[in-house]
């Protein structure tokens, strides 16, 4: 099998789709970095990768990756029983009921940050990922000193954006995560010698949390980012929920006086059609067999997210933008997966999911009904070779007037 290294920079998300056509089949072979990987697309393969912890993510992952989006001890690297200890926590945090003041404080900090840019032209990337990082600063408890920091070094923006980079632009985000760290890890050590964020905030909770022993300052600082820099994410789908409405206006005047269930319709077909993340890679724990195929064990698997969100067999015309197919639809948990397959509290699913949903659908709710923007002419090509995709131009929108 030769190496696609080069084919899967030129082809981008599209690079497992094309090979699962050509084999007619939803698994593909192929070679990257060197390595043999086996590629995987449909819900029963998001089964087979996400339930039984079939596959581990340690060492799955380029270096490059692995130390902007994930870290050694956060709860993406454990397993088993220390991974659900540690998962509780996450899903305490984000879908006990305390995450409905994150989704409100983004509200207010999107409406104050859109208020200051009212005189000129503003990238709505740059919008949505301030408001964000506020809202998620100060709802996690953190000084508003050690907030000033994040927003001012774009530690968190960069880390994403670099994530799929090499060179460079990856050593600088590497860099900056290094430097966020510390300040986290600090900002832990200050918390528990003297208490001052508020019960119940993450950083609260983490720096008070046992396993039964307290989490080492860095891997506190880890889970904190495992909160912040994914929640700073979500003003990537908000952009490009900004792109459908711009794109569709029909869906901007029926949204303006829309019911929340098609808000919601309109936000998940954003994070089905739109791409984020390409695949999820992992290492077979154990030996596996699955489709009539045998993976030995520590070969490595990826799970194609965006192949999966956009097959024919799950989805009617996948290619097309339509919020109504979520009109009656029981969304099955491995068919609609940008953020993982499986279960919430025993896989690996992204727990930050419920609440992506309510901050897109407050975002979206105020881009319809309570700030009106011109869409001045500029590049929105998306391209999918850019990991994570994203407008050309981050959407540049002005003459913002306002609705109370
Ligand atoms: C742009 C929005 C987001 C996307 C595309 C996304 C995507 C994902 C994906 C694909 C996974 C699974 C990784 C794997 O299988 O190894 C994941 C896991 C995770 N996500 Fe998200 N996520 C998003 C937002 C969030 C938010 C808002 C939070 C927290 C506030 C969050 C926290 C986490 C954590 C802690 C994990 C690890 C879970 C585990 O290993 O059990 N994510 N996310």
């Not at 590629?39 to 692995?66: C, I, K, T």
């Not at 509200?107 to 005189?119: F, I, T, V, Y």
């Not at 569709?248 to 791409?275: C, H, I, M």
């Amino acid at each position: 099998m030769r190496d696609e290294t080069l084919a899967f920079a030129r082809e981008g998300y599209l690079f497992g789709t094309r090979r699962f056509q050509r084999a007619g089949a939803d698994v593909a072979v192929t070679r990257l970095a060197g390595v043999p990987l086996t590629l995987l697309r449909g819900a029963d393969a998001a089964r087979f990768f996400y339930e039984g912890g079939r596959f581990h993510r340690s060492g799955a992952m380029p270096a490059s990756v692995q130390h902007l989006l994930q870290d050694e001890g956060s709860v993406q690297s454990l397993e088993g029983q220390a991974h659900r200890t540690r998962k509780a926590v996450f899903l305490d945090l984000l879908t006990g009921g305390a995450e409905s003041g994150l989704v409100e404080r983004f509200g207010r900090e999107l409406w104050m940050a859109a208020r200051a840019s009212a005189g000129g032209e503003v990238r709505l990337i740059d919008l949505f990922s301030v408001a964000l990082l506020r809202a998620v600063c100060a709802w996690s408890g953190l000084p508003d000193a050690v907030a000033a920091d994040l927003e001012r070094s774009h530690a968190l923006q960069r880390m994403i954006a670099g994530a799929g980079t090499i060179g460079p632009l990856n050593w600088e985000a590497r860099l900056r995560r290094r430097r966020a760290e510390r300040l986290l890890a600090d900002t832990v050590a200050r918390q528990r010698h003297a208490p001052f964020a508020p019960d119940g905030s993450a950083l609260a909770v983490l720096a008070a949390h046992t396993e039964p022993d307290p989490l080492s300052l860095e891997v506190a600082a880890v889970e904190l980012l495992n909160i912040l820099r994914p929640v700073v994410a979500v003003a990537w789908f908000l952009t490009f929920a900004a792109l459908a409405l711009h794109r569709r206006p029909a869906w901007q005047d029926r949204l303006a006086n829309g019911t929340d269930e098609e808000v919601r319709w309109f936000s998940n077909e954003v994070r089905r059609f739109y791409p984020f993340f390409p695949f999820v890679a992992g290492r077979a724990s154990r030996e596996l067999e699955w489709g009539g195929r045998t993976f030995p064990e520590g070969s490595r698997v990826a799970l194609d997210l965006y192949a999966t969100d956009h097959h024919p067999a799950l989805w009617d015309e996948p290619g097309r933008f339509d919020p109504e197919r979520f009109d009656g639809l029981v969304v099955e948990p491995n068919t609609l997966i940008p953020q993982g397959g499986g279960r919430y509290a025993e896989d690996h699913r992204c727990p930050g999911e419920p609440v992506t949903l309510e901050l897109m659908d407050e975002g979206v709710r105020r881009l319809t009904r309570r700030i009106a923007y011109t869409v001045p002419e500029q590049d929105l090509r998306v391209s999918l070779r850019r990991f994570p995709a994203l407008p050309r131009s981050g959407l540049i929108v002005g003459r913002l007037s306002f609705r109370d």
